[in-house]
């Protein structure tokens, strides 16, 4: 009697269970893979650490990327290794990455310097800070979004008028430059032509009166002019240093 018992206990529960099908060797595969970061490699165990982010904050963290969620190791890596150099062996400079950047901005500040004597009896200066800023710009990062001339002579002309459309209004006070700094910026991201030495063009205006008698022809001169002839320049650096290899 007791066998019979468990014989038909054993055929009920074996009738209830679902049936078992086939999994596919590649799913599982799949699914060991898609896990396999937060299974450990000893025992086979759970990680819950990873699976539960917030149990360990301090020792990871996840970023939403545009891609999906990526995990770092490291909350305060990103933070200090900006203070870094680069140390890549990729990122070592050669001595021509020195020397030709280094000689087009000679080049560049020379001939602005003779075109200042030139131009010295009508009050116009054409070595003025964003020329410089801007020949770093092309001659070191030439192939970066500020070296493109879409962006440099747009936020050029445009910033300078900005500067000048400010003074206008606000004189040479904090307002005009708050207001001229502000529309620059815009200015840039809306017309897509992100160049940092420009933004410097509407403050040289409001507190340079040398350049006041200019009005309009700001926008024009010397910031626009000036990187026609620093583009120049840039070509024939970039034609000497691939021809001239040292």
């Known amino acids: 009697m007791g066998m019979q018992v468990r014989a038909s206990y054993h055929h009920h529960q074996n009738a209830c269970m679902p049936p078992t099908l086939p999994v596919p060797s590649t799913a599982l595969s799949l699914c060991s893979s898609s896990l396999s970061p937060f299974i450990r490699s000893s025992g086979n165990k759970i990680n819950l650490e990873r699976l539960s982010p917030g149990l360990s904050f301090f020792s990871s963290k996840i970023t939403r ?60 200066s054409m070595t003025i800070a964003p020329l410089g800023a801007v020949s770093a710009v092309l001659f070191v990062t030439p192939s970066s979004p500020g ?7 747009m936020a050029q002309i445009g910033c300078a008028a900005i500067g000048v459309i400010a003074f206008s209004l606000f004189g040479p006070s904090w307002l005009a430059r708050s207001v001229a700094l502000a529309a620059s910026i815009a200015f840039m991201v809306y017309t897509r032509s992100t160049h940092p030495p420009a933004a410097s063009l509407p403050l040289l205006f409001i507190d340079g009166a040398r350049f006041h008698h200019l009005n309009f022809w700001y926008a024009l001169f010397p910031g626009a002019a000036g990187c026609i002839i620093l583009c120049l320049i840039q070509e024939i650096v970039c034609y000497l240093k691939d021809n001239l290899k040292f």
Request: net charge positive.
């Open 147 to 153: 070296a493109r001339k879409y962006n440099m002579f």
């Open 65 to 124: 990327t545009k891609h999906g969620i990526a995990a770092s190791s490291n909350v305060s890596a990103p933070l200090w290794d900006s203070w870094k150099p680069d140390n890549t062996p990729a990122s070592s400079p050669s001595f021509s990455d020195i020397f030709w950047p280094s000689a087009g901005a000679f080049a560049a500040m020379a001939i602005f310097g003779k075109m200042d004597q030139i131009l010295a009896p009508k009050g116009i």
